[in-house]
Nanobody, 122 residues
Framework: VQLQASGGGLVQAGGSLRLSCAAS????????MGWFRQAPGKEREFVAA????????YYSDSVKGRFTISRDNNKNTGYLQMNSLKREDTAVYYC????????????????WGQGTQVTVSS
């Protein structure tokens, strides 16, 4: 599976962005999908995850209530809708698929996209 993240950009605090993660390969629909982010000088951290059927979603406390993860298996695409963005959301955002174990740990995901930069200005 190859993943391609897109949709990042520069946005003012309080604004919104929607990230997309396009997957190649027919197995995507059977994989848990996650979003992670990494700010300069910091470790990659969990943002959100969604089960393969889309029925279960999980969020970090820092984004809960502001971000929404979703997926369209017919389009082999996952999404991260980000609302009420804050400066501390500034990071490179990565999508990942196929978790072996806890979806909170980046090391448990087998496939990664290349990352898309999100910059939130005040």
């Amino acid at each position: 599976v190859q993943l391609q993240a897109s949709g990042g950009g520069l946005v003012q605090a309080g604004g919104s962005l929607r990230l997309s993660c396009a997957a190649s390969g027919s197995s995507f629909s059977s994989y848990t999908m996650g979003w992670f982010r990494q700010a300069p000088g910091k470790e990659r951290e969990f943002v959100a995850a969604i089960s393969w059927w889309g029925g279960s979603t999980y969020y970090s406390d820092s984004v809960k209530g502001r971000f929404t993860i979703s997926r369209d298996n017919n389009k082999n695409t996952g999404y991260l809708q980000m609302n009420s963005l804050k400066r501390e959301d500034t990071a490179v955002y990565y999508c990942a698929a196929d978790a072996s174990g806890s979806y909170y740990a980046p090391g448990n995901f087998n496939y990664w996209g290349q990352g898309t930069q999100v910059t939130v200005s005040s």
